[in-house]
């Protein structure tokens, strides 16, 4: 198949990480197109902090109760960020498209102005891609990016066939340490465990690809 690895990485996390997928489809035998997303301007992480600052009070309450989680996601406004002109602007003559960037509350800027800029997304069938500083938390880390992502894909015509999150065992906000000591908690395991490079990683990627260049 034709497969576009569409993605946006500010620390390279992300991009590492995409870049472990499509070489594993191209040793599958599809073959691989890539289109980085990039912004037209660099910003720090505060100031991306302060843009969606409104947002957060609706994020905290989603992680203790379900039936608001679900009403915060399907109406909250998604924060977007000027990205620069694509290399595949169209995506019509994909027949799979991964979009993969970094988790940011729910979906990052620039990965939110890419779906609703690209031509062609409807009626396709997508790969979902998300790194994060912290643990593989059911609902903070991967139900807030997944289900966010089903939204706003669907609204494209779209579908999502394969989620995959996976922790980069950074964060820009010095963030680590605490995180370290949730998945200590929560899962009694080393946070490495649960980054690429791990078995456990590598077998989530393996399955990835296989429902994607499967289906």
């Avoid at 409807?122 to 991967?142: C, D, I, Q």
Wanted: aromatic share 10%; with cysteine; charged share 25%.
């Amino acid at each position: 198949m034709e497969i576009l690895c569409a993605y946006f990485s500010r620390t390279g996390c992300t991009e590492k990480l995409i870049k472990e997928i499509g070489g594993r489809l191209e040793k599958k035998g599809h073959s691989i197109k890539w289109e980085k997303i990039q912004t037209t301007e660099e910003t720090s992480s505060f100031i991306e902090l302060k843009r969606d600052l409104h947002h957060y009070p609706g994020v905290f309450i989603s992680l203790f109760k379900k039936s608001w989680r679900n009403h915060f996601i399907n109406t909250y406004t998604q924060t977007e960020e000027d990205i620069q002109p694509l290399m595949f602007p169209d995506v019509s003559q994909f027949d799979r498209i991964i979009i993969a960037g970094p988790k940011w509350a729910r979906i990052s800027y620039p990965v939110a102005r890419y779906i609703h800029s690209i031509k062609g997304l409807a009626g396709k069938k997508l790969g979902s891609v998300s790194s994060f500083g912290g643990p593989p938390l059911p609902v903070f880390e991967l139900e807030l990016i997944e289900k966010s992502m089903n939204r706003i894909v669907e609204e494209a015509g779209a579908s999502i066939i394969a989620h995959l999150g996976i922790s980069s065992g950074y964060h820009e906000l010095g963030l680590m340490p605490l995180f370290r000591f949730v998945n200590r908690i929560r899962f009694c395991r080393p946070l490495k465990d649960f980054t690429i490079g791990s078995d456990h990683v590598d077998q989530q990627i393996e399955a990835f690809c296989d429902v994607l260049g499967g289906e």
